[in-house]
C-alpha cells in the first residue's frame, strides 16, 4: 500500500511569514475595499430601482441575486447616507453602517464625532450608545412643564 500523501495546506503553510503589522495593514485595505463595495452596490441599487417600474424591485432582485428589500434598503441607504459625506467612513463595517445610516443624516457626523470607538462596538453596544445618545440630545421634559408653571404664576395677578 502506498502512503497519501499531505494534499492540502493550511493557510500558514501558503503564505509567507508576515509581520503582525503587515497583517494589520491588509485587513485594513481589505476593510476599506468592504465599505467601498458596500457603497459602491448601493448606489448600483438605486440605479437599478429609477430604471424598474413600481413593484418590480422586488422581483429583480430575486431573479439576480440572493438578497432581500431589507438588504437592498440597508446598501441605499448606507450610500445615500454616506457615499463621499462621512470622514473615515471606511474604518466602518457594514453592520455598523447600517445602524449608523438610521440617524438623521444631519447627526451622523456629530455622532460618530462624538463616538469615535463606535466602529469598535458590537451591533447590540452600539444601538444602546446610539439610544443613550439620543436620550441625552432630548430636553428634559419636567424642566420644561417647571419653566411653564413658573412663567404661568409670573403672570398671573
Keep these: 500500500m502506498a502512503t497519501e500523501e499531505k494534499t492540502s495546506l493550511s493557510v500558514a503553510e501558503m503564505r509567507p511569514a508576515r509581520k503582525l503589522e503587515e497583517i494589520a495593514a491588509s485587513i485594513r485595505a481589505r476593510q476599506t475595499n468592504i465599505a ?62 447600517v445602524e449608523l445610516a438610521k440617524l438623521p443624516p444631519a447627526e451622523i457626523e456629530n455622532f460618530t464625532a462624538q463616538n469615535p470607538n463606535a466602529a469598535t462596538l458590537s451591533v447590540r453596544k452600539l444601538r444602546g450608545v446610539i439610544q443613550q445618545w439620543q436620550q441625552a440630545k432630548q430636553p428634559a421634559t419636567d424642566t420644561k412643564i417647571i419653566a411653564v408653571e413658573t412663567l404661568a404664576a409670573i403672570d398671573a395677578p
Excluded: C, P
Excluded at 42 to 69: P, V
Design 36 to 97: 467601498e463595495n458596500i457603497i459602491g452596490i448601493g448606489y448600483d441599487l438605486i440605479e437599478a430601482k429609477a430604471m424598474l417600474k413600481h413593484g418590480e424591485f422586488g422581483r429583480w432582485l430575486a431573479d439576480n441575486f440572493s438578497m432581500t428589500q431589507q438588504t437592498a434598503g440597508n446598501y441605499m441607504r448606507v450610500a445615500e447616507r454616506f457615499g463621499g459625506k462621512l470622514k473615515n467612513v471606511f474604518q466602518f463595517q457594514y453592520t455598523t453602517l
